[in-house]
């Protein structure tokens, strides 16, 4: 087939559609599939100035139709069927301006990654639980050398410490004040009491018991007689005496007391003895490690005052006692209850075991071990509460 046959024109379509019988204008023949395209025409539109020109050459005319709205529309003529070539597509009459993009952010630079957290950093000292160095080692130096630097430190913390002790100690011998010298004064104030303090200090008229009864019943004592200073002749029991011949007896005190019912008696006695304080340490630990104040062959003697609830006091009627023995005191401090009515004992139970719970003796139901131990202790206060003024410098 030659080209020729396929550009004929296609003869219109017969219609009988009174509808389409008005006369239609006269169509040209259909251009060849070859023919370019006519440009769209439309009217010009006011643009935006263009920032940059991007055709150097000048945009040809507009077509008559854009000048003369009225003129007939133009077309294209149709090529030769002799035509062989294809024709390029003119460029368009009007070119669509470049839209302008809007402008991009202004640049800023990255912070920089942090070295410690790349993979390649080293690890810190102390990580997984791993202990930090007391100091930093020195490098080039062995363990040797930092064993000198160690006792290096130490040998400077021991001279600072001597350097300390030694001016305390100067300080002191310049003022006159020793700790020693001040428990050896109280000690030697306490052996001067006898002496030196009332009667009434060292044995109250009236001793308050709180909570010393049984079940922690409260007590009262009232003083019934004063035995007169003497020494320890009598006072003892033979053994008892030998056992505290070692320390001497510089003076013995007694008294009397009496419970608010004057059902039971006590006779409290205080043994100033001739020995310093490594005598009386020594003879407190004899009496600890061998249990010598429960012997009941190791009792002191009552003081029974004619004309007394105490009249009948002897030593047949010994209940229960007590034995202490000071060590920042020469004093030998004790005590022994027994009934106001006379009555006999034949076991006395010495104190400690007396007020413990469940004791079934006679002097334990009667509360006598806790007459005995709670009119020794408040003496013994109150023995230490005369001694601390007397210690004590004048400012």
């Not at 004899?286 to 029974?304: G, K, Q």
């Not at 209850?337 to 413990?356: E, K, L, N």
Request: proline content about 16%; overall charge neutral.
């Amino acid at each position: 087939m030659s080209t020729e046959a396929r550009r004929a024109p296609f003869p219109p379509r017969p219609t009988d559609d009174p509808a389409f019988a008005e006369p239609r204008p006269p169509v040209e023949d259909e251009p060849s599939v070859f023919a370019p395209r006519r440009p769209l025409e439309r009217p010009r539109e006011t643009r935006p100035p263009v920032p940059e020109a991007r055709l150097t050459t000048p945009p040809p005319p507009p077509p008559a139709s854009a000048r003369f709205p009225d003129a007939p529309p133009t077309r294209a003529p149709a090529e030769t069927p002799t035509e062989t070539t294809t024709r390029l597509r003119p460029v368009p009459a009007d070119p669509e301006p470049a839209v302008p993009m809007a402008p991009p952010p202004a640049w800023s630079p990255a912070p920089a990654p942090d070295p410690s957290l790349s993979w390649n950093a080293p690890w810190p000292v102390g990580a997984f639980g791993q202990p930090e160095p007391y100091e930093e080692p020195v490098r080039g130096l062995g363990p040797l050398a930092r064993l000198r630097s160690r006792t290096g430190v130490a040998a400077v913390c021991v001279v600072l410490g001597l350097g300390l002790i030694g001016g305390a100690l100067a300080g002191s011998w310049l003022t006159g004040e020793d700790g020693d010298g001040t428990a050896d004064s109280g000690f030697a104030a306490a052996g001067a009491l006898w002496h030196n303090v009332p009667v009434d200090q060292l044995f109250p008229p009236t001793v308050q018991g709180t909570g010393a009864g049984p079940g922690g019943a409260d007590r009262s004592w009232t003083r019934i007689a004063v035995a007169p200073d003497t020494g320890c002749a009598g006072a003892f029991d033979p053994l008892l005496a030998r056992a505290l011949a070692p320390v001497g007896c510089a003076r013995l005190l007694r008294a009397t007391y009496t419970d608010a019912t004057e059902t039971h008696v006590t006779t409290v006695g205080l043994l100033f003895t001739k020995a310093d304080p490594a005598a009386m340490a020594g003879l407190a630990a004899r009496f600890r490690t061998e249990h010598l104040d429960r012997r009941t062959d190791l009792l002191p003697l009552p003081y029974a005052a004619k004309g007394t609830p105490a009249a009948g006091f002897g030593a047949k009627q010994r209940a229960s006692w007590t034995v202490g023995v000071l060590t920042d005191a020469p004093i030998v401090a004790f005590a022994v209850s027994g009934w106001a009515d006379g009555r006999t004992v034949d076991t006395p139970q010495p104190a400690p075991d007396a007020v413990r719970s469940g004791a079934t003796s006679a002097p334990a139901q009667a509360g006598l071990g806790n007459e005995a131990q709670g009119l020794a202790d408040r003496i013994q206060r109150k023995l230490r509460q005369t001694v601390s003024p007397a210690t004590e410098k004048p400012s």
